[in-house]
């Protein structure tokens, strides 16, 4: 396994074709990324509705959300530089398969550590993803510009393990951690390579 994917916790790599995909398929995969970030800007909205209460977690997503909806526009420019348009959002079958591995109807606490994991995970998988495309694109205006949404990424994945355990003991965070990787690692097994998507 790579160690870069060790780094991150995740506990299978992606397919190696997948960047050679997404290389042919650019205005659908930009297309894709675009309406990833604004989701994560208005997931980021939703936790802080739901928990106005953790001061914490209102402090440091705040901003994110900024930076999310900030790297929306920034993708958005992209495509339009290209002469690509921003196609239609399309079902995300890598996040709705996520979401039901989520506890239901469980102690607040646990829906809370639930909530927070998959973001982890997501921006994870993402951060892996984008690195993909920063080393194995031909593009080199498009490897860089990757390549700082990797580290960005990197950033926001420990910020949401780090919430976890702000809110929650340790060790409970690890164990579900672990959890969600596993659930994570067989889907990844399963679901089909498609360029066209970010995940």
Known sequence: MSSKV?????????DPRWVNLAAISLEEVL????????????????????????????????????????HFRQVL??????????????????VNNLMS??????HPADVLLDRLLIFALIEARSCERFRLLSEGLEDDYLR???RKFMVSEAGHY????DLANEYL???????????????EAE?????????????
């Open 144 to 146: 860089e510009f990757y």
């Open 101 to 106: 591995f989520q506890m239901k109807g469980g």
């Open 158 to 161: 420990r910020l949401f393990i």
């Open 31 to 70: 297309t894709d990324h675009a309406f990833c970030e604004q989701k994560a800007a208005t997931s980021c909205i939703s936790l802080i509705q739901r928990y106005p209460d953790r001061s914490r977690l209102v402090e440091e997503l705040a901003p994110i959300v900024t930076e999310e909806w900030g």
């Open 187 to 199: 889907m990844i097994a399963t679901l089909k390579v498609r360029g066209d998507r970010m995940h």
């Open 77 to 94: 420019a992209e495509m339009k530089k290209r002469g690509f348009a921003l196609g239609k959002q399309r079902k995300d079958e890598y």
């Open 169 to 183: 003991p340790e060790e409970k965070v690890r164990h579900r951690w672990q959890e969600w990787l596993a659930f």
């Open 6 to 14: 060790s780094i991150l916790g995740l506990k299978l790599p992606s």
